[in-house]
């Protein structure tokens, strides 16, 4: 199967998450990605999460469409192979501290030397530059720092982080974005460029307009749990069966075909009702009609009754319920394929579907190093060669 990035080869050298996790974006679309792991220190992301039989799951789907090889870049031998392989290649994904690559001696000078028409996307936690670019950090770290954390929670708790990796999910799609972008431009003209992706920026840039709301007004958003300082009734409700639902009523009709069918149309004649900001202000009030309303009918009249009016609402649902979900099934979300491991599995299927252009899932995660002796044919390694930088540790 092909897709709209056939051609086009991705060396994925990046580690965890929003490195790779971009790189799998590419390679759903068609892209060639070689997955580069060190011989002996494979990604920390095949730790991560739950494993069956040994065998680590999450890497199913971080690692799938790509092929896996292992050099030690840090080597004057694997330097040199990494040369040679982006001699041939599109995109290269790289993660490690700024200065690293540079140190080793295949920073992108050289390497866009050896290919003018290079995309290199170094993904950082900090950027290249700044005081803080050659510290450690992780996507929690741009979860806090980013303001995301200091908005999340209830007023009087404490920040709260996301419980899986927001900042670096975030961050991937950014990075297949300029990699995309960076790509049309390299097929214009010829020439390659450096992405300087940091992990702190994509997600402060979803966080609205609190930046300019500082600049403009000293307003600092302050924390409000479930609800919204732009709009009400939004909220997370009880059913009385137990179920929890999801209401939001981000447009001036809903909120208001929501209030009439939960008894409550005197106020939607009020003068604050006209605007979502106002009605925040009376959240206490909407609150209480909706989820009074709610908490006495079990969760499929609820559902019925919000559907009837077409108001927006959602069951807060966890895994079993998402695979579950009919509307997931209509779309095709979850995918069921072959893994050579562990058979048959269901992961995420592709971001979007493109009417002529559309993404495929070829295979799963491959094991560690499974597709060294292939990748570096490619580049002319014997397998004389091969096993002697096996035994120097290279590959």
Not at 228 to 247: E, F, H, K, L
Not at 327 to 355: C, H, K, P, W
Request: glycine content about 12%.
């Amino acid at each position: 199967m092909t897709g709209p990035l056939d051609g086009v080869r991705v060396l994925d050298a990046s580690t965890l998450f929003a490195g790779p996790l971009a790189a799998t974006f590419l390679g759903d679309f068609g892209a060639d990605v070689t997955k580069i792991e060190h011989p002996r220190r494979p990604d920390a992301a095949r730790g991560h999460g739950q494993a069956k039989d040994g065998v680590n799951l999450w890497w199913k789907t971080l690692g799938r469409n790509k092929r896996a090889a292992t050099i030690d870049l840090s080597s004057d031998d694997g330097g040199d192979l990494l040369v040679d392989l982006a001699t041939d290649a599109d995109v290269l994904i790289e993660n490690f501290r700024p200065g690293t690559l540079e140190r080793w001696g295949i920073g992108p000078e050289r390497l866009l030397e050896a290919n003018p028409r290079l995309v290199i996307a170094r993904v950082t936690a900090f950027g290249q530059t700044g005081p803080l670019a050659r510290q450690p950090g992780f996507g929690s770290i741009a979860e806090a720092m980013s303001g995301f954390a200091a908005l999340t929670g209830d007023p009087d708790g404490p920040p709260i982080l996301p419980p899986f990796g927001l900042a670096d999910g975030i961050t991937a799609l950014a990075t297949a974005y300029a990699c995309s972008i960076a790509l049309r431009h390299a097929e214009r003209t010829g020439e390659g460029q450096v992405i300087d992706m940091a992990i702190i920026e994509p997600i402060l840039m979803l966080l609205g307009g609190g930046i300019t709301a500082y600049d403009q007004l000293g307003y600092l958003q302050p924390r409000t749990g479930n609800r919204s300082v732009n709009n009400a009734p939004r909220n997370v409700y009880r059913t009385r069966d137990g179920r929890w639902v999801a209401v939001s009523t981000s447009s001036q009709s809903i909120a208001e075909r929501v209030m009439t069918l939960v008894g409550r149309p005197d106020v939607v004649a009020e003068p604050w009702f006209a605007t979502g900001r106002e009605r925040a202000a009376h959240g206490d009030e909407l609150d209480a009609a909706v989820g009074a309303w709610i908490a006495e009918r079990d969760l499929a009249e609820v559902e019925a009754a919000f559907a009837r009016v077409e108001a927006a609402i959602g069951v807060v649902d966890d895994v079993a319920g998402v695979m579950a979900n009919p509307q997931y099934d209509a779309l095709g979300t979850i995918l069921e394929i072959d893994d050579d491991e562990l058979g048959r599995m269901r992961m995420q299927n592709v971001l979007f579907r493109l009417s002529a252009t559309p993404g495929a899932v070829r295979h799963t995660g491959r094991q560690h190093g499974a597709d060294t002796a292939a990748v570096l044919a490619e580049v002319g390694v014997t397998p004389e060669q091969l096993a002697a930088l096996r035994a120097r540790g290279v590959a």
